[in-house]
């Protein structure tokens, strides 16, 4: 048995597949799954976990249609503005994973102004991945430690993530049915404990994302070890 995850990654997917089953207009898909965003990070923060990363948008959503892309920095800027209020009151805190620069101006204003309100919460970390791409991370990276003449080491690579003085990703979901990771943190995901599940984002529940902690803790985390030495077991 495992304890719960401390860092719960999940790759939010399915609303355009949720919409389209209901044949409306993909941006109801995510408006429902802004929805869903409410409820499970409520959800994560009432089961202590301490930091939650929900991969919003990836450097590759940007070749989805022109008004689809802007209905989603739309649906974005509604969310921040609607949660500073209960983010603040839950003691969670903002963070953007990702490289802001090409994001539209109104959406980074919003974003710099609710990371600032509550960068003093304490209980939980909320990163919220847009225009995040893994392997632009590792290079930013790479080029950073370059750049300082510091030796490539892991512990030098992690300070320049931007998940830097965060833990590893315990946990990684990913709703809608692919089993890929389409360019998710593949450095802190690297020991993570993989959960595919078919339910499309727009109806994941708090009750779904339970039975995920739960199917959590009961693996074997053995980190390359045997089992017998987890358990402490003499084997011949
Ligand atoms: C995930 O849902 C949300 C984003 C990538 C922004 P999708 O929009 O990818 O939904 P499907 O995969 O088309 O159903
Ligand atoms: C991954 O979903 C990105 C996000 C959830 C934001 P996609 O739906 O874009 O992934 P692919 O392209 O099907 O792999
Ligand atoms: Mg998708």
């Known amino acids: 048995m495992s304890d719960l995850p401390r860092h719960v990654a999940i790759i939010m997917d399915g609303n355009g597949r949720w919409a389209q089953a209901r044949e409306l207009k993909r941006i109801e898909g995510h408006r429902a799954g802004a929805d869903a965003v409410r409820r499970i990070t409520t959800r994560a923060r009432e089961r202590g976990i301490e930091s939650l990363t929900l991969f919003a948008f990836s450097t590759e959503n940007w070749q989805r249609p022109k008004d689809e892309v802007r209905g989603l920095w739309g649906l974005l800027i509604d969310f921040l503005k609607s949660e500073l209020t209960t983010l603040i009151k839950n003691q969670i805190g903002l963070r953007l994973i990702g490289d802001p620069g090409p994001i539209p101006a109104l959406a980074q204003h919003q974003l710099n102004k609710v990371i600032k309100r ?4 304490t209980q939980m970390t909320l990163n919220l991945a847009l225009n995040y791409g893994a392997k632009a991370e590792l290079i930013h990276a790479f080029e950073q430690l370059k750049k300082n003449d510091q ?9 320049h993530l931007y998940t830097a003085n965060q833990p590893p990703v315990d946990l ?3 709703t809608g049915g692919e089993h890929r990771l389409s360019n998710f943190l593949l450095w802190q995901a690297a020991y993570a404990e993989l959960y595919f599940v078919d339910t499309l984002w727009p109806d994941y529940s708090d009750a779904d994302f339970d039975r995920a902690l739960n199917d959590f803790r009961q693996r074997e985390r053995r980190f390359g070890r045997t089992s017998a030495q987890l358990n402490n077991e003499v084997t011949p």
């Not at 509550?118 to 919460?121: D, N, P, Q, V």
């Not at 030796?151 to 300070?159: A, L, T």
């Open 151 to 159: 030796p490539i080491d892991e512990k030098n690579v992690e300070r």
């Open 172 to 174: 990684l979901i990913r």
């Open 118 to 121: 509550t960068s003093g919460s």
